[in-house]
């Protein structure tokens, strides 16, 4: 069974950063592309970033290219979100996904961008 | 980017009714791979999104047969053939064919 474990929300200030991780199990994590999505309170979903299998390729929103990063540690089956220069319409409820079609999904990890 | 149009964004059903929910994506989601990246997904209250069609018409593992999709190229429909208590929820349409992926508006499906 597909899990996905999303951990390291938080509340930060404007201009702070965060790392966010989702642990993976149930599937060869390095077979896949994996993805962040997040859902701002009360809106609907938007995709933020996305990257292969191998990690050598990396997509990103408009809204978010420049100041986040996404990474993935195969060997802990592990993908990150690094989140630098934060602000408060960055906060929303952050959810990773297997696949670039996003056949699985977490239950997501809170981030609140507020001082 | 493409913009994906959901419509009826409120959709109010009697509980055994059909419901139909409409999607079109302002350019064609045929990939080169002569696949169609059209998906839709359903978050129930208070949950994550679970996706239930995949490539417009393939149903993912454990979704129940009442719930169908079709169409083609910008032009898409998710349907219940009789909606249930647990349908109720937003029903997101997303395009996987181009960079970045986007998402609908969605449409909240209720009990009348």
């Known amino acids: 069974e597909v899990q996905l474990l999303e951990s390291g929300g938080g509340l930060v200030q404007p201009g702070e950063s965060l790392r966010l991780s989702c642990a993976a199990s149930?599937?060869?994590?390095?077979?896949?592309?994996m993805s962040w999505v997040r859902q701002a309170p009360g809106k609907g979903l938007e995709w933020v970033s996305a990257?292969?299998?191998?990690?050598?390729?990396?997509y990103y929103a408009d809204s978010v290219k420049g100041r986040f990063s996404i990474s993935r540690d195969n060997s802990k089956k592990t993908l990150y979100l690094q989140m630098n220069s934060l602000r408060a319409e960055d906060t929303a409820l952050y959810y990773c996904?297997?696949?670039?079609?996003?056949?699985?999904w977490g239950q997501g990890t809170l981030v609140t961008v507020s001082s | 980017d493409v913009v994906m149009t959901q419509s009826p964004l409120s959709l109010p059903v009697t509980l055994g009714q059909p419901a139909s929910f409409s999607c079109r994506s302002s350019q064609s989601l045929v990939y080169s791979d002569g696949n169609t990246y059209l998906h839709w997904f359903q978050q129930r209250p208070g949950q994550s999104p679970r996706r239930l069609i995949y490539k417009v018409s393939n149903r993912d593992s454990g979704v129940p047969d009442r719930f169908s999709g079709s169409g083609s190229d910008t032009d898409f429909t998710l349907k219940i053939s009789r909606v249930e208590a647990e349908d109720v929820g937003v029903y997101y349409c997303m395009q996987g064919a181009h960079w970045p992926r986007t998402f609908g508006q969605g449409t909240k499906l209720e009990i009348k």
């Open positions: 996904a297997k696949t670039a079609q996003f056949d699985n």
């Open positions: 149930g599937f060869t994590f390095s077979s896949y592309y």
């Open positions: 990257i292969t299998g191998s990690g050598g390729s990396t």
